[in-house]
């Protein structure tokens, strides 16, 4: 596909760097736009919005419901805040708030939650969400997006400020696979179908998506011809490219950085039991708590790998009666 690079390689730039560049650029053209940041400003990256705009930055310091609280005050005043804290944090510490401040009151605020699942690496299992997709994937209207690469926050970004309602951003800090080219466009809400197959379909998000395609590459040398798609829009979800690889390939594979309940893997399972059933296999974190380690580790440690999720789309197969 055009929109994909030559050679996967890990991104020059890290994931904070480019969001605060896509932030930055939006605030330049829309001076409603303010961060609020739990203590975060040089682990997620915001740090050159506070140079740029201090009049339009908040530390709240280490005081989550508190800043959802601020931001929530701030969007009823026509502002677009976009609140900035770990996913652990920005999410299930703060959920009361943000259901009933934020969406039960209708406003416009957007949640941005760094280190996800195994990305929070050496911080450890208190820093580790594996439920945070779930829990919001529940607040009635939320848009939850999980980006795979540098390359979306341009996009993304722009949509969420321009997009009246509560968003969650859920992503990583730090370096990742680079996937798409640059100046690629993106729309929430529509998958990006990257490779075409007719045996199983690979549906990933966030960092997932590299795995997915590695994954690919491993099917087709024992001849199975495998489609992938980057769910990078989890709520609400492309209804149509799922059913379409459904009908196509009869056997779905999930893959997510996060619990197999609740995300991605529920999401695709909902929709697909109640319009299309069809075999689907799962891959993300079953029944576990985080841990501390690297995210080579962690990532081997829950299974979050290309080679779990070609086992799994094996399993699959076999599911449906084997390749057509």
Known sequence: MSFLVENFAPDEVEMRQAYCDALIAEAEVNDKLMVIDADVSHSVGTGRFYKAFPDRAVNCGIMEAQAVGMSAGLSATGMVPFFHAFGIFATRRVFDQLFLSCAYQNLNVKIIGADPGVT?????GTHMPFEDLGLMRLIPHATVVEPADSTMYASVVKEMAETYGVFYLRTSRRKTVRIYRDGTKFRIGRAMRLYEGKDVCLIACGIMVYEAIRAREILKLEGIDAGVIDMHTIKPIDREAVLEAARTCGAIVTAENHNVIGGLGSAVSELLGAEYPAPVERVGV??????????AYLQERF???AEEIARKARICIERKGGIR
């Not at 929070?120 to 450890?124: F, I, K, M, P, S």
């Not at 079953?286 to 995210?295: D, L, N, P």
Request: charged content about 15%; aromatic content about 12%.
């Open 120 to 124: 929070a690496a050496q911080n450890g």
């Open 286 to 295: 079953f029944e576990s708590f985080g841990e501390v380690g690297t995210q």
């Open 303 to 305: 299974k979050l790998t």
